[in-house]
């Protein structure tokens, strides 16, 4: 099985992503990766940000991103909490397909 995660950008100007860093917790035992690719997304579109295998659904998940805009910038982070776990998806209509929606929390400046 494999978790795709996508950014929605539902702002009304255009952003730039940065993929920062992905971070799994299982118990006290955990790692991290920083794959640092960027995307750029025009008002009210959605694209892949990361993918998965069964390894993150059995962990607690942290997505930390960089958005950018017109002369500002800040980090923002998702927590995603074992995902197998979860309750049942719905359809996410900006997608087309079925999943959860989660809101970041403010990471202070990137």
Known sequence: MQWSI????????????KLARVSFEWGDRGHYVAPGNTVGLQSGCATLLWR???EGAE?????SIEVRTSGQQAGLSFELGKLYRSREPTIISELGKPGWVHSPTQ????
């Not at 990471?107 to 990137?110: I, W």
């Open 52 to 54: 998965e295998g069964w």
């Open 6 to 17: 996508y950014i929605l950008n539902d702002m009304s100007c255009f952003i730039e992503v």
């Open 59 to 63: 962990m607690n998940m942290e997505v």
């Open 107 to 110: 990471g202070g400046d990137a």
